[in-house]
């Protein structure tokens, strides 16, 4: 701004100075003479004045101008230097808490994997240790009269090869959606709870992946179970646990349980 002022001062003095000299000049030259009374001669000097005068002041507007037109440039250039250094500290605060949420989400992860999951997977295994009408309702275990299928059988032994009773498939859909329910409600929410962790904390697979140990076929079974269920879910979950999509020809007893998802649900 003051450079702007003195800008306008010194143009002020130039253009005073020219008009000084121009009309000086013309005094000293006439100085002598008496004013006329000849328009001719006004005239004159009024084509002397606009010539001179005129065109200092005409060249000073236009020097004025510019000085305008460059300081309206430098305010325009340093507010969109403002308006950078601002967008540059609300990404840079962005950033932070962008960094801040996922350092938070990842804490909670590893409190989640060191305070729950070890719960959750000691409840899994020992479930699979029970009957499965145990939890059910009288018209449930009505459902298995005359099955072949037991409801004293354990839950187990639909996650062994050699028991799983391959005569399953052919009982109702009903009966086969009764039965997947009861056995892969638990390992399904326990693989949606991991991979969630993994989410937030990929660094946790291999611990998680030893601490399962051989509960993975039942984790698996229960995803490939869902799969045409949920499908988009249990990719997303496969994806984040680092598990098979489709178990076809992968394992015995995770395609059976494959097959009987698609028996209930449809082929997606």
Not at 124 to 140: F, M, Q, Y
């Amino acid at each position: 701004m003051r450079e702007a002022i003195k800008s306008y001062w010194h143009l002020l003095v130039f253009v005073v100075v020219v008009c000084v000299i121009a009309l000086g000049l013309f005094g000293i030259h006439f100085f002598e003479r008496p004013l006329s009374d000849d328009s001719n001669e006004w005239a004159n000097f009024a084509n002397y004045v606009s010539g001179t005068v005129g065109v200092a002041v005409l060249a000073g507007t236009l020097l004025a101008f510019l000085i305008t037109l460059h300081q309206q440039n430098k305010l325009i250039e340093k507010q969109d230097e403002m308006i950078k250094q601002q967008d540059d500290m609300i990404e840079q605060q962005k950033r932070q808490l962008d960094e801040a949420e996922i350092h938070q989400r990842k804490t909670e992860a590893y409190t989640r994997a060191e305070k729950i999951f070890p719960t959750l997977l000691s409840s899994c295994k020992k479930d699979l240790g029970e009957c499965i009408a145990v939890g059910l309702s009288d018209n449930d275990i009505e459902a298995f009269k005359p099955k072949i299928v037991s409801p004293n059988k354990t839950k187990m032994c639909f996650f062994n090869e050699l028991q799983f009773p391959d005569s399953l498939r052919a009982e109702s859909r009903a009966f086969l959606c009764l039965i997947g329910a009861v056995c892969t409600d638990k390992p399904y929410k326990l693989a949606r709870f991991v991979a969630e962790c993994l989410r937030d904390a990929p660094e946790l697979k291999e611990f998680f992946h030893a601490e399962i140990g051989e509960y993975i076929v039942v984790v698996k079974s229960s995803l490939a179970y869902n799969l045409s269920l949920r499908k988009d879910e249990v990719e997303e979950v496969c994806r984040l646990i680092g598990l098979p999509i489709s178990y076809y020809g992968l394992g015995i007893v995770e395609s059976k349980w494959q097959e009987i998802g698609e028996l209930i649900y449809g082929e997606n």
